[in-house]
């Protein structure tokens, strides 16, 4: 925004604001529509008569061109477009024929969420067409441009009782091929620690066929089963979309998980069952979504069929089980006599249910008894309405136990507000939902111990299913469907419970993206990918269509655009489905931790909430708003660099454009660390940072020297010329005495990039203890190097001679503040913190 | 929330008391505007309008038994046939207890089961319904309420001092002899310890890490290397106190009947001189067979199993 | 041949800080005649291959530990020099298991009164160390020797004598409850706490707990030595003398700002107390000053019984250097491992380690063991690097990647059809937009 002016731009801008006549302003602005309209006229007349030309016009693709590609692999993007190459074999395309493979195609590019929307097409007739006889050949042209390929998110939740920080990374198109790596870690006071990575590369090109690895290292707090699971383990799966918008996965689980450290007054059930267990189990999960909106619909329906083997056979491990579940949800809307169109009113109704059947493990015939973290959860404010978490089913003391077999309904009538309206996504809601929980059991009240006991105990625990009410609540309430999660405030009360199960009588909050999950980690891995995440993005390319039309007149010739527009009307009725993946990227994470801890519901909605309400950056293609902001990735970049490079020449331009935000991150990156290190510094650092910045600010712009615009000239004048200037210094000096003095946000900018060392010190300090010898020799030295750099960096902007020193001293100052309290907040000897706190 | 947290010299954000006053007035305002007026309260008492007896509980190992359980590390055989553990810690109390004539069955279990972290603990009968378990710290003193035996420490000054041996010089050795020593690791401590927790070799490898290491630091806490000589020859050492301390009574201290020493020292005799363990190497079990009153005392108390 | 004792240097008026050496000392005394043997307060563990002190160097043999310095000494005499000559059966039981006694509980509660109490470490142990330690030492060994004690003491459930780890345990509370948003953030304070006050207002079964172990440790050592000069033989002292003594002397240091273990001692068992004094001026001396033991020609020395000190040889540039360089190099955090091992295996493979065969073979053994682990976390921490700086590469905040614009697809277009490429598009791309 401040780069050096030239002296004609100057007497332009002059001339600008010289004319300030009202009326010469309107005439051009009537000139400028007058023409603008005449264009379209010409157009329309013109396309007019070349459809009536060319529609049937036999032609032939000589070439595909995709422009702005630098990280996108050749062989990649060839997968994609050589079949448009050749024609169909008996005759060739028509024109009409051509624009539709192309969007398509164009589009399949689009769901890899690798570029930016729109992707504008640009054809373009060949010239020596005669060469090829009578086909017009026609060049293909897309022009892309590539999303950020890496976002880092950073932040801390704080609420229902957990306090987590989170880092998140997401890597696209890692390899050029449209893979992304996902990296999570949080740590909490509930989900312990919990971190995964997970690799996902489309298979032959294919934006509906994708093969994912991943991993996960976890530990939980079960409060329910008053005790703590510790899981490691990795998966991976094949997933596909069928023409119709089914989803399939198939894929493999192997976790090693521990049930530990157990609370003081856990029930015996539980103390039998804590240690170690293996699953190795391969599973296939069937998604049909058909609901308009998954997380308040009011028509369409929804299925879900999963089934899971475990330890049967081949696949060995520790536990053998079969467990099979459905779900299924539908929904009608209702109309009202008097009104016509859509009423708003609209009646839903979900039904679940599964059973875990013993199997025998390996070779062995005789089944094994499930364990608790296999077995079944049903109650909750996301799940079974009106009964605290897990509030169903058997229960020792106050532990859930889970069991073998359940099935819960529910029916809810979704009105929409008197004065609200329908259109606004707050619903009253009136339910009932209830639900079965049973563990497997036979006539005779003992484990099974051969294959047809089990069969018989299985049949007679289904039937045992249909004897007496089933546990159920009715209620009212308010709900809420914000675009990631689904908010419910509901006043409800048990009608029907047995004995020993927690229910729950008035108000109860639940936010959840999924309203009844399954609660167990492999289907909290599952829920990843649950349809409900595909929301926001969903609900994205209407709006994005919008800003088709600024951003393709930049992109290519004017005329190109009302072809996009309809191409972009295309994009967007195919984006829905395609969005699912990157949404499974974000939104895992949460639902990925609140699985592992079995409470997906409110976790996953809260932090892929709270994360499109205050995250750091919005969902996908957040260039365009940065850019808006006007962060300037090459100047962070290059200014980053001149940071760690301590013997970089320093150019005096380099601050002349002095952006915040890249000392922004760093500074609050640095929090981050501190923050996984052990300690909360957040306010004191910025507290420090701001009147830090103003006092050195006030001092060095004292001691910088005074640039009058006349000392110019003789600064490159050999008799006042020293001999000691650094070249840059002296001959730029007096070139433009813009950057000599020094502006406020200059300086924060020089400090804040400055800061970079002593962040990546932090980030050692989340490893290591710094409260030690090679923590504090580490630190001195980032606090050097920071010193360094930024003294530099003054005496350079600020064309400080032979006062280096001066400078640095209190800079220095400045530093060692934050390099102690990174010592601080690190554990350690904690020799330095006892001193003070004994002393 | 920066300003809810303090440096680490620990001193607290600047706050106005006036502050929290008000917060908690405010609390106790909401707390009464909360609370549910009475007539509807009883309405809400009717709810939930049936209640069915409670559903049964998933079939687990253990539900059968009924009396004091032990938990050990043991096999399922064993605990059905109420050998003695293969844990010298679960063994000393496994003896303690039978010897003072307390009715139990063990039941085979992890460290992830205690409330310590460790086992043995207990969880008994008396009284019905209770679940709080007894760590192998309270044991002896819950022993000691339930059959009204003394407690041996009172009577003989030269119990503590002797008692270090155990819990010190021969502990040391045995957890060389067990986890350290390779031969040994993998022919007792891998299937004793290892194999049972799960089936799957990589989990395995990484447990049997994890027991080494841990074995490891334990011995690594008193000295920067460890020295099999000095365990040994120290475990040597005690043996003979041990022996010269027993001399020819039947019991130690020469007591009627055996007790909590007696216990803890069968624990180790018996397993360094049981054939079933399956030791690879043995040199402790030789230097212990030096000691003829050790061994026969050890195959006295072996009677009671 | 001259015998040089290494050991830790004197503190508290005592000869040494560490009871070991306390211990050895006390023993060399008993049996030594004064010219066979010199006392050298090098106060680095690093002079012995063992890497621990007390160390015996004879000639280019060392041994260390007590326990193999008294076994080197009998087989050096040929059975001259040892106490426990002739002790019978039940003497000698007595001595094995009162001195694993003393050992064992004795070094917990030292650990707990010296180090593990704050106040007492800040304000006597670490000064003390100050005094004895050469300039790079005394920034490194005191938190390497305050940490380990700490962890020795751990299973006692003592830590509340530990200020810091209350600290740490409120912050974790207080941030937990924090984040549950429980309390009201102005109700969570963490006033400065001193043991005392911690100990009489919070945690009353500490106070029990120290008790107990007080008592455990001194009523059987009371009642066993009776009032008899010694503790086994009426006439003669045994190696449980020493090292009674030096646990003892420990415990009865005077002025700790924090005096539990003293006041107990002298409360419980007074016989002790008389007992410790007696041996201390008769076998160390009451008034050691660090000056005795490190500018010491070892004739000049003012406590009553000289201990034969000589003048540890002062750091020269060289080793000093070489101890901030170990130092630097056991500090980061994998280089660590390696020497660990390394110094081991040197211990063990040395010819002259005083090392038996066996003994070294299974040092070694262990510094493989090691070195397995050490090689894992190596490689984890060389392919995360690699990821990291290929990543960097890989968007080009290292500088060599310039991101070069490719056609994937298709030909360049020349130039000129270019041109009238802009033509015809306008042609094509209108129709597009009518379709």
Known sequence: ?839 | MSTENRDGLGHTAPESPSADERSTSRTARARDLFSVPAPIKRIFDRFPLVVYPANDLPQSRDSEFRGNRLFVFTDAAGSRRGRPSFNPQCLKWQAYLKFVGIEFETVPSTNHASPTGALPFLLPTLPPGTINPIPSTKLQKWAIEQVHCEEEQQLNIRFEVYASLLDHRIRNAWLYALYLDTDNFNAVARKLYVNPTTTNTAVRMVLAAQLQQAARDELLKSCTYIDVNDLEAEAANAFEALSNLLGDHTHFFDRPNPGLFDASVFAYTHLLLDEGMGWKQNRLGRVLRKYENLVQHRERLLKCF | MLLELHVWGPAFSLPSIDAQCLATMTYFSLVLPKDAWVLVASSDPSVSPTNELPALRSGATWVSRFRNIVDYLRQYSGGEWDLDRDLTGGERADNIAFSSFVESRGQSLVDLSLYVSSQNYWDKTSPAYGAILQWPNQWILPPKIHAQAKLRTEHLGLSSLDLEAIREQKDREHSAAVAAGKIPKTLIRNPRETVSTLLSKTSQQNQFRLEALTAEFFEPLESLLGHQPYFLSPDRPTTLDCLALAYLSLADIPDLPFSWLRDAMRSKAPGLTAYTDRMRRHHLGLEVKVIDALSATSTSSTSSPSLPWQAPERASFATLGKTLYDTLADSTPILKHIRLNNRLREAALAPHSGLSGKESKAVSAYALARKHDLYLSIGSVVVSLAALVGYMAHIGLVGFSLAEQEVPSGTDPDPDADIDAVVDAGQVGDFLSML
């Not at chain 1, 799966?237 to 989803?247: D, F, N, V």
């Not at chain 1, 089980?321 to 859509?342: H, Y």
């Not at chain 1, 001149?642 to 990156?669: C, E, K, W």
Request: charged content about 15%; proline content about 7%; overall charge neutral.
């Open chain 1, 1 to 839: 925004m401040s780069t050096p002016l030239s002296s004609e731009d100057e007497d332009i801008f002059e001339r600008l604001q010289n004319r300030t006549d009202q009326k010469v302003l309107e005439e051009q602005q009537q000139a400028i529509n007058e023409r603008v309209n005449a264009i379209y006229q010409k157009a329309q007349t013109r396309l007019g008569e070349l459809i009536d030309q060319n529609s049937t016009l036999p032609c032939a693709i000589s070439s595909v061109q995709v422009v702005g590609t630098p990280h996108t692999s050749r062989r990649f993007l060839e997968r994609i477009f050589n079949p448009l190459l050749e024609s169909p074999k008996d005759r060739p395309y028509t024109l009409s024929e051509v624009l539709q493979v192309v969007s398509a195609r164009a589009d399949k590019l689009n769901r890899f969420d690798i570029f930016q929307q729109p992707i504008s097409i640009f054809l373009d007739q060949k010239t020596d067409a005669d060469s090829l006889g009578k086909l017009t050949n026609i060049d293909v042209f897309l022009t892309v441009k590539e999303k950020s390929r890496v976002l880092l998110k950073t932040g801390t939740d704080l609420g229902n009782a957990e306090g987590s920080a989170y880092g998140n990374l997401l890597w696209r198109n890692v390899f050029g091929g449209a893979e992304t790596l996902n990296l999570n870690a949080s740590l909490g006071t509930r989900t312990r620690s919990a971190y995964q990575a997970a690799f996902e590369s489309p298979i032959f090109s294919d934006p509906d066929f994708r093969v994912e690895f991943g991993g996960i290292g976890s530990s939980t707090q079960k409060p329910w089963a008053s005790h703590e699971e510790v899981l490691k383990g990795a998966w991976t799966k094949l997933r596909w979309l069928t023409q119709s918008g089914q989803r399939h996965e198939l894929g493999y689980n192997g976790f090693w998980r521990q049930v530990t450290s157990l609370s003081e007054n856990a029930s015996p059930a539980v103390r039998a069952s804590a240690g170690d267990s293996v699953k190795s189990s391969v599973f296939h999960s069937w998604v049909n979504e058909q609901r308009d909106n998954p997380l308040l619909p009011s028509r369409g329906y929804y299925a879900k069929l999963f089934n899971e083997v475990a330890g049967w056979g081949p696949l060995r491990g520790d536990v053998s089980f079969w467990k099979s579940e459905i779900e299924t949800q539908g929904a009608v809307p209702i109309p009202i006599p008097g009104i016509k169109g859509d009423s708003g009113i609209s009646l839903t109704t979900a039904f679940r249910a599964g059973i875990l059947y013993p199997l025998g493990l390996g070779s062995d015939p005789r089944p094994k008894p499930s364990r608790i973290n296999d077995r079944f959860l049903l109650g909750g404010p996301t799940d079974v309405r009106g009964f605290r978490q897990c509030g169903l089913g058997p229960h020792e003391g106050s532990d859930a136990l889970g069991g073998d077999v359940y099935a819960a309904g529910s029916a809810n009538l979704l009105l929409p507000l008197p004065r609200v309206g329908a259109d606004k996504p707050l619903r009253l809601q009136a339910f009932i939902n209830g639900g079965r929980l049973l563990p497997l059991r036979t006539a005779q009240k003992s484990t099974p111990t051969t294959s047809e006991e089990a069969k018989d105990a299985m049949i007679s625990t289904v039937r045992e299913l249909g004897s007496g009410l089933p546990s159920v609540a009715a209620g009212l309430g308010l709900v809420y469907a914000h675009p990631v999660a689904r908010f419910e405030l509901n006043f409800s009360l048990p009608l029907v419970i047995r004995k020993g199960e927690e229910s729950r009588k008035g108000l109860q909050l639940g936010i959840g993206i999924s309203f009844l999950p399954p609660h167990n980690p492999t289907s909290g891995l599952m829920a990843q990918y649950y349809p409900p995440q595909q929301q926001p993005y969903g609900g994205h390319p209407s709006a994005q269509n919008l800003q088709f039309f600024p951003s393709s007149y930049s992109s290519v010739s004017g005329h190109t655009t009302p072809s996009q527009a309809s191409y972009g009307g295309f994009g967007a009725s195919s984006n829905q489905p395609a969005q699912a993946y990157p949404g499974a990227g974000y939104g895992g994470f949460g639902s990925m931790a609140g699985g592992v801890s079995g409470r997906m519901g409110e976790q996953g909605g809260l932090r892929t909430g709270w994360l499109a309400a205050f995250g750091t950056e919005g969902y996908d293609g957040e260039p365009p708003l940065l850019e808006e902001l006007g962060v300037n990735f090459e100047h962070i970049r290059t200014k980053t660099l001149t940071v760690l490079n301590p013997f970089a020449r320093i150019d005096q331009h380099l601050m002349d454009d002095s952006d915040l935000y890249g000392a922004l991150l760093y500074i609050v990156l640095y929090g981050t660390f501190l923050l996984l290190s052990g300690k909360v510094f957040y306010g004191y650092i910025y507290g420090v940072a701001v009147f830090g910045t103003v006092a050195l600010h006030l001092i060095l712009s004292l001691m910088s020297p005074t640039v009058d615009p006349g000392s110019g000239p003789n600064a490159a004048d050999p008799n006042n010329y020293h001999p000691h200037h650094k070249p840059t210094v002296s001959n730029a000096s007096g070139a433009d005495n813009f950057s000599a003095t020094l502006t406020f946000p200059r300086s924060a900018s020089v400090l804040g990039y400055c800061f970079l060392p002593l962040v990546l010190t932090s980030l050692v300090g989340i490893l290591i203890p710094m409260d030690t010898l090679f923590g504090y020799l580490v630190t001195t030295a980032a606090v050097g190097w920071c010193t360094y750099s930024s003294s530099g960096m003054f005496c350079a902007v600020t064309q400080m001679r032979g006062m280096r020193g001066l400078v640095a001293y209190p800079l220095a100052l400045f530093y060692v503040v934050f390099g102690i309290m990174g010592i601080f907040s690190s554990r350690g000897s904690g020799s330095l913190a006892a001193k003070t706190g004994a002393a």
